[in-house]
């Protein structure tokens, strides 16, 4: 898959092992999915992984709706 500079999201082979994570972070964004699933908010994910910002997850989430990423 390529990524752009403006994904978020993206997968890197040498970035455990390709799963998606947010840009600049080793925060899987499968946590942030299970996380929202779990009836967590978006406040608790974010005091759970402070290198990902309420930004970041937002656009996570818009990226998702157009891209396969899990």
């Known amino acids: 898959m390529n990524n752009s500079r403006a994904d978020v999201i993206v997968k890197d082979a040498e970035i455990l092992g390709g799963t998606p994570v947010f ?3 080793r925060v899987l964004f499968k946590n942030l999915l299970d ?8 406040t608790e994910f974010l ?9 970041m997850a937002v ?10 990423w899990t």
């Open 23 to 25: 840009r600049g972070t």
């Open 59 to 68: 656009q996570a989430l818009e990226e998702a709706r157009t891209k396969r």
């Open 35 to 42: 996380y929202l699933e779990g009836g967590h908010t978006l």
């Open 47 to 55: 005091r759970q992984f402070p290198t990902a910002t309420r930004e």
